[in-house]
Every structure is written in structure tokens, then in C-alpha cells.
């Protein structure tokens, strides 16, 4: 459990930021994650009265505060419509009701889970992370990085046309993923795919060459899954080894296919 010496509730991000530059205080997401772990915290600091909790539809974006619960972006009728159901399938899995009404879409994308089914969905969107101080920058770019001290205000999705499918793995309802996996297709055929809980986290791939761009047989979807698996790398843990987690990517590299072939 953690411990909270004091609680502000802020009413700027300029406040927040000044605040978060201490390594003894710590920005509140949803705490799901922060309760299970053992922390002293000086100052706990608390985003809920900035309005950072909704989405907004734009004419070319989705903008999604950092304090939205996921539960608010799996019902979101006009975003998983824009992103077939991938969006909903990735979140709907995730524990239970009562724990996606609590998590936040900023504590799960700053944390950059290895299990984190959101981000490996994310991935494979043309999605952005609005920073601070940081500014505005891709979102595989971001998951690169090292955590530092800023706040992660928003999430973007552009809504670019991108045909997209969602599948993980799970030994039980609930419980972690073994593996996760998405896929995206552009209105021109280009092909990404994200692969997480490897155990690591996800790691996104662009078809550089162009392999899916209409090919629909299994010589050039063999051909495709052999690009994918040499780029990635696998670990065991107790859900599973390397080599098994290995050869579920094929599997799931299919069905996420099978979804992204539809017409956007």
C-alpha cells in the first residue's frame, strides 16, 4: 500500500507540473496501480478539477484528457464506430467494471505497462500524447522513452482512415494478457501491427516494404508474419514461455488481420 503525507487538488498544470518536479510527490491517475505497490508519497497530487476527464470529437481527431476512465472510452459510440470495435475489445477485458470505471486512459499510457492492452491497440492508430511541457509527439515515440517528471495532458487520435482489428490471449477472464495484439490497415493497404506482453511492452511495426499491400494469400501472409517475428523479441514468465508466446503471434497476427481487411 502507499502512504500520503498531503493531498492537493489543483486547479492549474502549471501547479501540477511545479509540484511533480519533486521525486517524493506523485500525480494521481485512477491509483489502481500505484495501491498495489509500497510508496511514501510527500505530496499526492490530484488532476480531477481540470476537466481532463472527456472526449472530445473534433472534424479530424479524437481528444481524450488524461483523467478519462477507460470504461467512458469503451462505451464511446463514435470512437470504437471510427476504429470498428477495437478500442472496446482492448478495454473490455481489463479486470472488471468497477476497475475501468477507476483506471484512467493518462495513468495507463504514461505507465507504459508491458501488459497494457490499450497501448498495444493505440499503437497501431495514428495516435499522439500532448505533453506539458513535452509538447506533441507520436505516441511510438513516447513509449520509447524514459519516464520523467511531466504531465501527460491528452491523448489524440487522428482520424485517419485505418481499417483495425484487436486480439490478446488470456489463460482466465480477467487476468493479464499472455500476449497482445493489434493490427491496422490504411485506406491504401499499409499494414501495422503492435505486439505486446511479450512480456515486455508493445513494440509497433510498419510494413516498410509494403508486404500486405494486397495480398490476401497464405504465401504472402507467411511471408508477412516471418517480417513481423524477426523484428520482435520474447521473454517467459509465469504465463507463459518465450516460445509459446512466440507462437501465438501468428495466430493472433491472423484474426487481427482478418478484422483489419474490412472497408473503411
Not at 501547479?15 to 485512477?30: D, F, I, P, W
Not at 471510427?82 to 495507463?108: E, L, Y
Not at 510498419?206 to 504465401?219: H, Q, S, V
Request: hydrophobic residues 40%; glycine residues 8%.
Amino acid at each position: 500500500m502507499y502512504t500520503i503525507n498531503q493531498y492537493v487538488k489543483l486547479k492549474s498544470l502549471e501547479e501540477a507540473y511545479e509540484l511533480n518536479q519533486k521525486r517524493m510527490n506523485a500525480v494521481l491517475g485512477g491509483t489502481l496501480w500505484l495501491r498495489l505497490g509500497s510508496r511514501a508519497i510527500q505530496t499526492a497530487i490530484d488532476l480531477s478539477g481540470l476537466g481532463l476527464d472527456q472526449i472530445e470529437e473534433t472534424e479530424e481527431a479524437f481528444v481524450i484528457g488524461c483523467m478519462t476512465p477507460l470504461r467512458v472510452l469503451e462505451q464511446s459510440e463514435a470512437l470504437n464506430a471510427w476504429t470498428q470495435g477495437a478500442v472496446r475489445d482492448c478495454i473490455s477485458s481489463i479486470v472488471g467494471t468497477q476497475f475501468r470505471n477507476m483506471a484512467t486512459i493518462g495513468g495507463t499510457i504514461f505507465g507504459r505497462f508491458g501488459f497494457s492492452d490499450v497501448l498495444t491497440c493505440l499503437l497501431v492508430l495514428d495516435t499522439e500524447v500532448v505533453l506539458y511541457k513535452g509538447g506533441r509527439k507520436k505516441l511510438a515515440d513516447f513509449v520509447k522513452e524514459k519516464p520523467d517528471r511531466d504531465i501527460l495532458v491528452q491523448i489524440v487520435i487522428k482520424k485517419t482512415k485505418r481499417s483495425t482489428g484487436y486480439e490478446a490471449f488470456r489463460l482466465a477472464a480477467t487476468d493479464f494478457p499472455v500476449l497482445t495484439c493489434a493490427v491496422s490497415r490504411s485506406a491504401e493497404g499499409k499494414v501495422r501491427t503492435a505486439v505486446g506482453a511479450r512480456p515486455n511492452k508493445a513494440f509497433l511495426i510498419e510494413d516498410e516494404d509494403e508486404l500486405l499491400m494486397g495480398a490476401r494469400t497464405e504465401e504472402g501472409i507467411e511471408k508477412y508474419l516471418e517480417f513481423v517475428g524477426a523484428k520482435l523479441t520474447y521473454g517467459s514468465n509465469m504465463r507463459g514461455s518465450a516460445e509459446y508466446r512466440r507462437a501465438l503471434t501468428g495466430v493472433l497476427i491472423r484474426r487481427a488481420l482478418e478484422k483489419a481487411s474490412r472497408e473503411v
